[in-house]
């Protein structure tokens, strides 16, 4: 296949590569291992949810009509000596890259970007069981990594800093999309030994159909909690939106 003013397929077929992000709409790909899932843009927007869309919501996505890439899963950088940053999906739109691709392949996107000398590599997957050796589960674990590698192609010596992005929804995508700030309150933040763990207090449970009003599913806490690690020593976290993105 000849390529086009998206991109076209690696050499050897297995990966779809587009090298124009600024796409009329995102292109979307199902990442999943069974119980978690990454519905997954071509920028590293889209959204997570554990096994169930609609009740088991861990990350927002907006879809109004057209969807948006306006949250997702987001990797700034910043060159610690000039202060300046960018990210590294190419989106939002900070600055304009160098280059720009997303590898498209089976269980995995990934995007290279290079921005004045530095080289992101980042790539998104749900670890299937055999990616631990457990070949002989049915699932793989509830979970999604993203996997980056920084490499310095300039002349000198380079300090760069990573800070990833998420906006969680937890639990219930219907009051989450209807009352976006309310639900907001009730969710419960701890950082402890390089982790970020989320909990929410306010949830309603799906079994089979909607709750009733008396229910004893509706207005409980979310039965998962959600964390956020790092290979590499945390030195900082934010999990207010408005104070990191005003």
Known sequence: MKPTSYGNFSADGKEY????????????????????CYVASHLGGGYSFLENPTVGRITRWHIDGVPRDTVGKFLYLRDEETG?????????????LDSWKCHIGLGYNRIV???????????????MPDYYGKGDAAYGDPCMIWKIKLSNKSTKERTISTTSYIELALGNWHEDTSWREFYHLFNRQEFKDNVLYTRSTLWVKYIGGWQAQNSDGNNIEYENAVFMTSSEPVTGYEGDRYEFVG
Do not use: H, Q
Request: hydrophobic share 40%.
């Open 17 to 36: 590569i587009l090298t124009n992000p600024l796409l009329a709409r995102p292109w979307m790909n199902v990442l999943s291992n069974g119980r978690w």
């Open 84 to 96: 300046e940053w960018w990210s590294a999906n190419g989106y939002p739109p900070t600055i304009r």
């Open 113 to 127: 970007a290079e921005n004045k000398g530095i080289e992101s590599d980042m790539t998104y997957f749900c670890p």
